[in-house]
């Protein structure tokens, strides 16, 4: 008499299986946040996750790759594109959606500075979100400080920019995130933004102009009051008189 096979009683993980870019919406969408192609969502990655939605992109990068009609396995200069891709939107072109913000150390204004300050240019490496073409430009920061401004160095607005700027978005909004965080981190009296790019969405594609320029501002606090105040600092940009 044969008896019968024991079933295998080990529990499954309910998640099992699941996609982890599955897993990371589950959990915006708990907390009720946005993910648009434009915000930061590290605090809802996990430890090691990030590396599994590499291999995840990485294989969906190979489906489109394959309805383009382009023999991955036999062309040595893609057969191995789909992971240079995921890797270059992951840990590259869009890492400021996935990381968070770089560290900034802050020092009180210990000699009372209250001259005007401007930082720049910076070198802006973003993307568009409608077509993910490039943008390419620089970027102007003025600093109104007071008493109390926290003092930032030089280099973090760099990184600042660099974060934020590592998105898929556009250039409107691109400055007004930047422009948020920097009154956020150092609390002036005033903050003037101005970017100068050009779009690859214009110059490769589309009308294909190759000389044409998008050039925005932000003013918030006294530069937006003062008059002779936004006119020095306008002033002041090599280029941009």
């Known amino acids: 008499m044969f008896s019968q096979p ?66 991955t396995q036999d062309d040595h200069n893609t057969n191995n594109t789909a992971r240079r891709v995921a890797k270059m939107y992951l840990n590259e072109v869009f890492k400021g959606r996935y990381v968070q913000v770089p560290p900034i150390t802050e020092f009180p204004n210990a000699e009372h500075l209250n001259d005007l300050m401007i930082v720049g240019p910076l070198t802006v490496r973003s993307a568009c979100s409608h077509h993910f073409c490039p943008v390419m430009g620089k970027i102007w920061i003025g600093i109104m400080p007071n008493e109390h401004t926290n003092v930032i160095g030089l280099s973090k607005y760099a990184r600042i920019v660099d974060w934020v700027m590592g998105r898929p978005q556009i250039q409107e909004e691109a400055v007004v995130q930047l422009a948020d965080l920097i009154m956020e981190k150092t609390q002036p009296d005033g ?30 606090g006294v530069f937006l009051k003062d008059s002779a105040l936004r006119r020095e600092f306008l002033s002041l940009i090599p280029g941009r008189n």
């Open 191 to 220: 903050l003037a933004i101005v970017m100068e790019a050009s779009h690859f969405c214009m110059s490769w594609r589309g009308v294909r102009d190759m000389d044409s320029k998008m050039i925005n501002s932000v003013m918030r």
């Open 6 to 71: 024991v079933a295998d009683m080990t529990p499954i993980p309910p998640d099992e299986g699941t996609p982890v870019s599955v897993k990371i919406r589950e959990r915006i969408a708990a907390a009720r946040k946005r993910f648009n192609a434009n915000d930061n969502i590290a605090e809802f990655i996990e430890p090691g996750e990030l590396e599994r939605l590499l291999d995840e992109v990485e294989v969906k990068m190979q489906g489109v790759l394959d309805s383009l009609v382009i023999n």
